[in-house]
T-cell receptor, first 117, second 108 residues
Framework: GAGVSQTPSNKVTEKGKYVELRCDPISGHTALYWYRQSLGQGPEFLIYFQGTGAADDSGLPNDRFFAVRPEGSVSTLKIQRTERGDSAVYLC???????????????FGEGSRLTVL | DAKTTQPTSMDCAEGRAANLPCNHSTISGNEYVYWYRQIHSQGPQYIIHGLKNNETNEMASLIITEDRKSSTLILPHATLRDTAVYYCIVRAGNQFYFGTGTSLTVIP
């Protein structure tokens, strides 16, 4: 597809379980971002990749959260030992370039809604 | 940390201009102002961005004050489809801080 694709669109899990959320960015986009959005709040930055490497992971809330992008394209956000407070919409965005403000437009996916019971 | 302040909500009559203000008093000289909007249950959508000069595109206009401490997004002829949450963002390096945005309701 032409846009950023995220799967699953909805995920319901039980407290303590492991979850993986997938993001397929726009082809050719080198920068990839993960955000988390809780109800009534704006998106909160989690991590940013430039190519295969995590250039900035300062937004990850704790060591239960981890993200990879092994081939510089698809990325997976992994959450271990999920807690009810992890319930949110997880948004992925990609960008052609990240370091040049004039071309820094982010293209967002529709998000993966995670519910932890 | 959000670096911007926006009103929580605004209404605008259909067909009229919607003017959405944003304060970013701590903005640095090389930080850009971006605007995104988010329609219910969708991912945020880019609208416009600028550094110092006013900008215009097919969606909106961005007016930045001379001291760069505030800006206004203008939707010249609001339609019902413009009802959304509008985020004013100061881009710091590679991070986009979204804040809580302004919920704009366009009224028929």
């Amino acid at each position: 597809g032409a846009g950023v694709s995220q799967t699953p669109s909805n995920k319901v899990t039980e407290k303590g379980k492991y979850v993986e959320l997938r993001c397929d960015p726009i082809s050719g986009h080198t920068a990839l971002y993960w955000y988390r959005q809780s109800l009534g709040q704006g998106p909160e930055f989690l991590i940013y990749f430039q190519g295969t490497g995590a250039a900035d992971d300062s937004g990850l809330p704790n060591d239960r959260f981890f993200a990879v992008r092994p081939e510089g394209s698809v990325s997976t956000l992994k959450i271990q030992r999920t807690e009810r407070g992890d319930s949110a919409v997880y948004l992925c965005a990609s960008s052609l370039f990240a370091a040049l403000p004039t071309t820094g437009e982010l293209f967002f996916g529709e998000g993966s809604r995670l519910t932890v019971l | 940390d959000a670096k911007t302040t926006q009103p929580t909500s605004m209404d605008c009559a259909e067909g009229r201009a919607a003017n959405l203000p944003c304060n970013h008093s701590t903005i640095s000289g090389n930080e850009y102002v971006y605007w995104y909007r988010q329609i219910h249950s969708q991912g945020p959508q880019y609208i416009i961005h600028g550094l110092k000069n006013n900008e215009t595109n097919e969606m909106a206009s961005l007016i930045i004050t001379e001291d760069r401490k505030s800006s206004t997004l203008i939707l010249p002829h609001a339609t019902l489809r413009d009802t959304a949450v509008y985020y004013c963002i100061v881009r710091a390096g590679n991070q986009f801080y979204f804040g809580t945005g302004t919920s704009l309701t366009v009224i028929p």
